[in-house]
């Protein structure tokens, strides 16, 4: 349960063929098509230094914390921290996010990084952990959307692409003036939930039965 719930939560924790960044092609996704990232090679330019996306807002000392709850009883708990400064990564200035998560008498953390294009759109750009950790451009990884800068009702795209891990796809099956409800399917279907101006609110496996709620 310790890695699905971490992986969960590391690529949405917040308060292409070429070495380049993302997918140099359109995704083929409803609602999402013509939806790539700047240039497969990432010029800085296309890209601004802050993550202040209204869904996944990123504030420098930001911290959340969240209960994690099995069958009604807590199981553990999620710590994450909106890192200061940023960290280069594919030429891009990233905003890091350790995620310390502790069930069961084991602790994991990991750190993701996010870069945001001057669209508004967030780009999960690498993961920092002990077991399947990678960086966009190194070794045959690419980048993924975290967060479109404006989320539509059934758009749907790739959370990353590392060699050798399962593809993860991500689906907005919910959406509100207020509300996100995101559907990413890795091997395990997890259910995010995003409150605008909040960020993440909860996480939810629907295999595995476990919810991790915001407190």
């Known amino acids: 349960m310790l890695r699905h719930l971490t992986t969960a939560l590391v690529l949405v924790v917040a308060l292409s063929g070429c070495a380049g960044i993302g997918q140099p092609q359109p995704y083929d996704s409803v609602g999402i098509n013509g939806l790539v990232i700047p240039t497969p090679s990432p010029d800085p330019d296309d890209f601004v230094d802050a993550v ?9 000392g930001a911290t959340a914390h969240y209960d994690v709850s099995d069958a009604g009883r807590t ?10 400064g ?46 399947g950790g990678w960086r966009a451009g190194e070794a045959g990884a690419e980048a993924g959307l975290a967060m479109p800068a404006e989320p539509r009702l059934g758009d749907g795209w790739r959370a990353y692409v590392v060699p050798g ?42 295999d595995q039965g476990w919810v991790a709620t915001r407190r």
Do not use: C, H
């Open 86 to 131: 940023t960290t280069t990564i594919a030429g891009l200035s990233a905003t890091g996010v350790r995620t310390t998560t502790e069930v069961a008498g084991e602790t994991t953390v990991e750190t993701s990084f996010y870069a945001q294009d001057v669209d508004g759109n967030v780009w999960l750009v690498a993961v920092d952990a002990e077991v």
């Open 165 to 206: 891990q399962p593809e993860t796809a991500v689906r907005v099956e919910d959406l509100s003036r207020t509300m996100v409800q995101l559907r990413r399917e890795a091997g395990t279907t997890t259910r995010t939930v995003y409150e605008k101006g909040a960020g993440l609110v909860s996480v939810e496996d629907l």
């Open 52 to 60: 202040d996306n209204a869904w996944l807002a990123l504030e420098p």
């Open 75 to 84: 199981v553990g708990a999620v710590d994450a921290e909106v890192l200061a």
